[in-house]
């Protein structure tokens, strides 16, 4: 065998180890690619079917079974947290004009949940206030006594809702027990459940009411609806 033959054949197995050795790049680039698509769809899946993403303030929802203080489906994939208080005049406007759209158009349907907490910031009357509205939640009545108290609230200013008041709108709200109502309201067994409320309202930084938090996201004021439907609209994935 002469030397050139022997060169030819060196020459023509490497020839063939280089064409075998990208064969076998280009097939594991198909196969990572496979993989890397096959991964990122699982991603993205997992992504779609996970607990909607929280604004800034976190998920402030609790969720309490049979929570005579909120409305709406426990599991609604949006809740919004409500910090009012009684003797507030927005916090009344937002009850009358835009509560009732909220509660019909995403409450009703499972969309929303409501869920309140007291703030009360305009002295004693409304700490006041803030018991009886639970005397009221006590006896299942607490948005029939809230929405009394707001629907005779003033235009400007802040409501006088001494006892004598506070217990003529839970007659209005018809509550059955109304001499409960007024124990419960004069007593301070709910004190520590309204300054808890109060307390995560101040660690929030909430300088007013109402102040509200749609899935983490904060509005402050009772702002026009197109606001919150916006806001829930997003958080809903709608």
């Not at 993403?53 to 949006?78: K, Y």
Request: charge should be negative; proline fraction near 6%.
């Amino acid at each position: 065998m002469t030397s050139t033959s022997r060169s030819t054949r060196r020459r023509d197995a490497w020839l063939l180890g280089i064409a075998v050795l990208v064969a076998a790049v280009l097939v594991g680039v198909l196969v990572a690619g496979t993989r890397g698509n096959d991964q990122l769809e699982s991603a993205q899946s997992v992504r779609s079917n996970a607990a909607p993403e929280t604004g800034p303030l976190g998920d402030l929802a609790r969720r309490t079974p049979s929570d005579p203080m909120a409305l709406g489906a426990i599991d609604a994939p949006v809740v919004m947290v409500a910090f009012s208080d009684f003797r507030c005049p927005f916090c009344a406007q937002f009850s009358l004009e835009t509560e009732p759209q909220l509660v019909d158009r995403y409450v009703e349907d499972g969309t929303l949940r409501i869920e309140w907490r007291d703030l009360p910031i305009f002295g004693k009357q409304s700490f006041d206030a803030a018991r009886a509205g639970r005397a009221a939640a006590a006896q299942e009545k607490f948005w029939e006594f809230t929405h009394a108290v707001y629907a005779d609230a003033p235009a400007t200013g802040h409501a006088d809702l001494t006892i004598t008041a506070l217990e003529s709108f839970a007659q209005q709200a018809g509550i059955p027990d109304l001499a409960r109502f007024t124990a419960d309201a004069t007593g301070t067994e709910f004190d520590v459940a309204i300054n808890a409320d109060s307390d995560e309202a101040r660690s929030l930084g909430i300088p007013a009411t109402p102040a509200f938090s749609v899935n983490g996201d904060p509005v402050l004021g009772a702002q026009p609806l197109s606001e919150f439907v916006d806001l829930i609209d997003t958080a809903a994935g709608a």
